[in-house]
């Protein structure tokens, strides 16, 4: 499909009615989660080829093609903000958080300590000389390379000695030499990243998290955090000793399906609520509230680090992927942020966590413009921070079953999602026909 | 009566001495005496008193003290040495009789399993296999092994309809006829068990679980995770941190009763059930991981499947399948598991090298610890994954969760604590305290402990939800009792009532009762012990 330049976006927008909003046209580049969900939104309906629409659950190579050059009318939204490599590209990531670590830094030591969820990072080629000296302070470390460009523990390696990444580097110049001839590229950039050798595990197994989080704005910066996510775990038993089973180090779905032993219905997955009481029968209440509050920094701090960068758009927002990995001293690490979390499903309780978690995305969006915006919970989702931290009301329905938190945060807790929207849908229901 | 307490407290005083000459504890106390002994500033005449003190101080005599209490708990009460060993086992005769069949059946089931799959009851492993079994110890999980054509040895369905069977030849009605011949008629006990054990009665089960009473904070329910009453777990964190610090383990189990912090469970159940993990109980631990290596044994693959079958299968619990093989596969090898069945109604099950059947001195216990495993036994094991991760801790623990209460719950006996007893506890609760329901789902063709059963075998484990079967067994631990499996089971069913009342048929209940995972257990219990 070829765009021509300057393209409007989602003009007939105001002509067409269903019931009581317009109808919505959208589009969406997915098949799989996202477009059962589109498809069944009551009022919503697909564009085809070259048609205009006014929502479009795009992937980031058409944004990249195509943002500068279409003009979207007031009401049209796009699911990804035009740089969000900002934030969801490893190397650029560490950049911003380490320049936000340095600010800090300046105002108070405590704040700044709060930016050390994430592990020493080295971008290579470019920083490979101050990682080569790092690298012989810390002998015996376990480094963990990871191309900034592949995704789902593709080109991943670890190493101890650096004769094995001299090895890669000059495989890799000699490769991309090649290559160049044709395409003149760049050598391939790498991220190279102290290995976190003290996961927690369970039952022997390694995991990492995986937690959603919305932004619908970053100027003023509007986050929301869903309660629900997962716990991933590597099917084999955890042990360095093995540093080339890639199976064992890696938590990825995408790598944990080729195991010879993966079973895609049991999906090696716990939910953040199973997580939560397995490691509060552990360590008990106060403790396990500490790891989540360490979470809500990871989010708050991470956001803010790109909040200045992003160019922020009202037409855009964005569904981030948080991946984070918990030691045995029940620290979090933040390994990356996913600008496009994987929407397939591995089994049915995957599908209905997904179908959830875009629903109430769109209901957060709300191009039917049914909230008030000033909700503060939207089915799974929690506002966390609206240019400055959300406090949960004491007292308040949406406490029920939750800690009172001083944030208004309830990952992995208790949460009746279905109850929660009809509760809010009705009340909005009843304010409207107060009003008219 | 005075006068046969005392001659109860002689013979088991006697009794934990006996037990006691001979152990390691006893020749770590010697050691320790003699270190006493050996200071320049010991005089004849204080010998005495000093090594006393010292062993105060140095902290002997607090384990001591733990484990004569651990004795204590463990040996059969009325223990008495003129009484025949058999009846000591089990003093009714149709009972030792109906538990000999029993485990006639069970066994002739395994045996022609045997026959059938043309495997042997055991196989020395080659030296490469042990290698590789060796070298996936930690990840026995990844493997695969093809189980198609094993089947669990028995289910507790099997076991019901066994217990519901039993009866007592000497016993009749007051109608005059034998009672098996009407039942319906002449039982005043409307339920599937039919022998005249005695039950104690809701007074006496009130005054033996009193901490339930709703005056008292409990964890269960003051301390809720997502609601806690900062005060009350304040409260119990601080008691929890003082008794572990006392390192008493009599003080432990009372805490358990009304519930232990979820950060203090795992130390506080340890304590109080005085288990220790020395460096001698990693070495026996490593020995029989050698005899695992060693040889393969059918139980192995029947546990191989039971752990599929079950923990597996669980979306929750699939996390702790390697851990249950390193826990399960040992636990058949050891032989000190023997020693429960002094005070079981069972016996180990005896197999003969080939050839000599039925040739007393060619027979073997088979296998080793004489525990064949039934369908969800691994489910006894697997909340303990949640408390330790550790597995020879583990290890430790589930053995003496074992050989403590669980195996009360799969042989059939007239124990107070015994399987038979707890159903006509569940079954005689319910009818006394609402004999409307009961007759009810008796009309519609379901006893009530057809539904109960799997429940109470397995202790509740995989049936509720993990943070509220800890909460169950903090009390099975703080009050030595398994009776409040039945209490809850009843209460379950008091709660469920109004729907209950409604339905038809017996597969309605069934599906009523399918899921109790959103049940808490603790007001549950209030319930059924004091009504309000
Ligand atoms: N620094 C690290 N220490 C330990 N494990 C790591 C580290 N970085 C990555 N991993 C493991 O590798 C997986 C993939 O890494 P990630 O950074 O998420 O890259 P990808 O984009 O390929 O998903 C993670 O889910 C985690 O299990
Ligand atoms: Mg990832």
Redesign the pocket.
């Known amino acids: 499909c070829t765009m021509s330049k300057n393209l409007r976006i989602g003009r007939s927008y105001q002509k067409k009615l269903a019931g009581d909003h317009r109808i919505i046209r959208f589009r969406c580049a997915l098949n799989n989660t996202i477009g059962d969900v589109l498809k069944q939104r009551p009022g919503w309906v697909e564009s085809k080829e070259g048609e205009d629409w006014d929502f479009y659950w795009c992937d980031i190579g058409w944004l990249r093609e195509n943002f500068d050059h279409i003009y979207m009318e007031e009401h049209v939204r796009i699911c990804h903000f035009r740089n969000h490599f900002e934030l969801t590209r490893?190397n650029l990531m560490v950049k911003n958080l380490k320049r936000l670590k340095k600010q800090l830094e300046r105002e108070s030591k405590s704040e700044s300590a709060k930016c050390d969820f994430f592990?020493m990072t080295y971008e290579l080629p470019s920083e490979y000389h101050i990682f080569v000296e790092e690298f012989k302070k810390n002998p015996g470390t376990v480094w963990?390379m990871?191309p900034i460009a592949?995704?789902?523990?593709?080109g991943?390696f670890l190493f101890r000695r650096l004769k094995d990444i001299i090895d890669w580097k000059k495989e890799g110049y000699r490769a991309n030499n090649e290559e160049r001839k044709e395409e003149t590229k760049d050598v391939e950039t790498y991220i190279v990243?102290?290995?976190?050798g003290n996961?927690y595990l369970i039952g022997g197994k390694k995991f990492?998290l995986r937690i959603y989080v919305l932004v619908t704005s970053y100027v003023p910066l509007k986050a929301w955090l869903y309660r629900d996510g997962f716990a991933r775990f590597s099917n084999a038993r955890f042990t360095l000793d093995s540093i080339d089973d890639s199976y064992v180090?890696?938590?990825?779905v995408a790598v944990q399906k080729t195991a010879p032993d993966y079973d895609p219905e049991k999906g090696c997955k716990w939910s953040l609520q199973q997580l939560r009481h397995y490691l509060t029968a552990k360590h008990g209440y106060e403790t396990v509230a500490n790891v989540y509050q360490q979470m809500n920094e990871i989010f708050i701090k991470s956001l803010q680090s790109v909040q200045k960068i992003i160019i922020n758009d009202k037409h855009c927002f964005e569904l981030y992927g948080y991946?984070i990995?918990l030691d045995s001293n029940l620290k979090l690490w933040l390994?990356?942020v996913n600008a496009s979390p994987s929407l397939t499903a591995s089994n049915q309780e995957d599908y209905d966590l997904k179908v959830g978690l875009l629903e109430d995305t769109l209901n957060i969006i709300d191009m039917e413009g049914s909230l008030t915006g000033n909700e503060k919970r939207v089915g799974n989702f929690d506002l966390m921070w609206n240019d400055g931290p959300v406090y949960a009301e004491d007292g308040s329905t949406d406490a029920l079953g939750g800690p009172s938190y001083a944030t208004n945060t309830y990952l992995g807790c208790h949460n009746d999602r279905k109850r929660q929207l009809n509760q809010l849908f009705r009340s909005l229901q009843n304010k409207k026909t107060a009003a008219g | 009566m005075a006068s046969n307490n005392v001659s109860e407290v002689a013979a088991l005083i006697t009794e934990i001495i006996c037990n006691l000459n001979g152990s390691t504890l006893q020749a770590q106390l010697k050691r320790a005496a003699q270190k006493e002994v050996e200071k320049p500033t010991v005089t004849s005449a204080t010998l005495k008193s000093d090594i006393i003190s010292s062993l105060k101080t140095s902290g002997w005599e607090k384990i001591l003290r733990n484990e004569i209490y651990k004795q204590i708990n463990c040996i059969p009460k009325c223990f008495d040495s003129s009484i025949p060993f058999e009846c000591q086992k089990e003093p009714l005769m149709y009972m030792r009789k109906a538990q000999a069949n029993w485990e006639k059946r069970i066994l002739k089931s395994m045996n022609s399993m045997c026959t059938e799959l043309s495997i042997p009851l055991a196989r020395k492993r080659p030296a490469d296999e042990q290698r590789d079994l060796l070298h996936k110890w930690n990840e026995m999980g990844t493997d695969e092994p093809d189980l198609s054509h094993f089947r669990p040895v028995y289910a507790p369905k099997d076991f019901l309809e066994v217990i519901s069977s039993v009866r007592n030849p000497n016993y009749r009605s007051l109608y005059g006829h034998e009672s098996e011949e009407y039942p319906e008629v002449c039982s005043e006990h409307w339920g599937l068990i039919q022998v005249p054990l005695e039950v104690p009665k809701l007074t006496e089960l009130q005054a033996k679980f009193s901490e339930f009473c709703s005056s008292l904070p409990q964890g269960g329910i003051d301390d809720s995770v997502d609601a806690p009453t900062e005060s009350f777990q304040n409260e119990r964190n601080r008691i929890a941190r003082r008794v572990l610090d006392e390192k008493r383990g009599v003080l432990a189990q009372h805490f358990c009763r009304r519930g232990c912090p979820s950060g203090n469970r795992a130390e506080m159940w340890q304590l109080a059930l005085g288990v220790t993990v020395d460096h001698l109980a990693i070495l026996k631990y490593d020995q029989l991981k050698g005899y695992v290596l060693q040889h393969d044994l059918l139980v192995d693959s029947l546990i191989y499947k039971d752990v599929k079958l079950t923990s597996v299968n669980d979306d929750y619990y699939f996390v702790f399948e390697d851990y249950l093989y390193q826990v399960l596969l040992v636990f058949s090898r050891d032989t000190t598991v023997l020693d429960h069945f002094v005070h079981s109604s069972a016996s180990p099950p005896k197999s003969y090298i080939r050839g000599k059947l039925g040739l007393e001195e060619f027979s073997v216990i088979y296998p080793p610890n004489g525990v064949i495993p039934f369908h969800g036994f691994s489910m006894y094991a697997t909340p303990l994954c949640y408390l330790y991760s550790e597995p020879i801790r583990l290890y430790y623990m589930f053995r003496e969760m074992y050989t403590r209460y669980f195996h009360r719950l799969h042989s059939i006996s007239s124990h107070p604590q015994g399987i038979i007893s707890l159903c006509l506890l569940f079954e005689s609760t319910l009818q006394s305290t609402h004999p409307r329901l009961f007759r009810h789902l008796q009309e519609i063709g379901c006893q009530p402990l057809k539904i109960a059963f799997k429940w109470l075998v397995r202790a509740f484990s995989g049936y509720l939800a993990t943070e509220q079967l800890l909460l169950l067994w903090d009390r099975i631990i703080g009050y030595g009792s398994l009776l409040i499996l039945p209490l809850l089971a009843v209460a379950i069913f008091l709660f469920r009532q109004s729907n209950l009342l409604l339905i038809t048929s017996a597969s309605g209940v069934e599906g009523s009762l399918a899921d109790i995972t959103t049940l808490h257990v603790v007001p549950l219990l209030q319930l059924i012990l004091f009504p309000t």
Do not use: A, F, V
């Open positions: 490893k592990p963990i990871k592949k995704s789902q523990g593709k991943i990243q102290r290995y976190l996961p990492d180090h890696l938590t990825n991946d990995l390994l990356e």
